[in-house]
């Protein structure tokens, strides 16, 4: 059963434009979601995270909305750069739960 | 400050041996979790350690288990290893501050190939 669904395996974007990763999600006590950041062999890197009780949270380039009606969330990246080529996962949690649930991830190419 | 660090980066082992993996979190955090990677099954939760207390499993098999130390520095084990348990294993830690959300920072992983 996966409760973190990320649809689109891939995604490639021109250098300077918007690029949209997308995550749902199917349980309803998620209330925590974060944005990772991964090249292969290494570890996950944090980018960007939203509680439930907001429905948008900024940081530099990226922004991240939650949608909770639709248990939605996606991931905006302004302007994109060759450097954001990487795989993207999406994870939640319950409040004050460290367990993570990720998505299989989105590779994003960037296309200079 | 230093990031989170796992000891060693890789490991070759024969199926049946078993494995300590060791993982020093960020100075101050409190929190450790493990996380298992497969192309297959993705990025799977394996298990959280708060002050030397196991407080959250997922759904792996008694062959995997791990300690929390005094320091916050933890160490999962492996025993009777399978060729299915060839991964990157991935250890995370949070300053877990009570009431607030945490964010989980990663270490680069120890790649473990079973032959």
């Known amino acids: 059963d996966q409760q973190v669904k990320q649809n689109s395996p891939s995604l490639s974007v021109q250098e300077g434009r918007i690029s949209i990763l997308n995550c749902d999600y199917t349980n309803s006590m998620f209330d925590y979601f974060l944005w990772y950041k991964k090249y292969p062999a290494e570890g996950p890197t944090f980018l960007i995270s939203i509680s439930s009780i907001k429905d948008k949270n900024e940081d530099g380039r990226f922004t991240v909305f939650l949608n909770k009606s639709a248990k939605h969330l996606s991931l905006h990246i302004v302007p994109s750069q060759p450097g954001d080529s990487a795989v993207y996962f999406c994870a939640a949690s319950p409040f004050g739960n460290e367990k993570l649930t990720f998505g299989t991830g989105t590779r994003l190419t960037i296309i200079p | 400050k230093a990031g989170v660090t796992q000891t060693p980066r890789y490991l070759i082992k024969t199926r049946g041996q078993q494995v300590t993996l060791s993982c020093s979190p960020i100075s101050g955090h409190r929190s450790v979790s493990w996380y298992q990677q497969t192309p297959g099954q993705g990025l799977q939760f394996l298990f959280e350690y708060f002050s030397e207390t196991q407080r959250n499993k997922g759904n792996f098999p008694g062959r995997f288990s791990g300690r929390q130390f005094s320091n916050s520095r933890s160490e999962m084990n492996v025993s009777t290893l399978e060729l299915g348990d060839s991964a990157l294993y991935l250890c995370?830690?949070?300053?877990?501050?009570?009431?607030?959300?945490?964010?989980?920072?990663f270490g680069p992983g120890t790649r473990l190939t079973v032959l």
């Open positions: 995370a830690s949070s300053a877990n501050g009570v009431g607030s959300y945490n964010e989980q920072f």
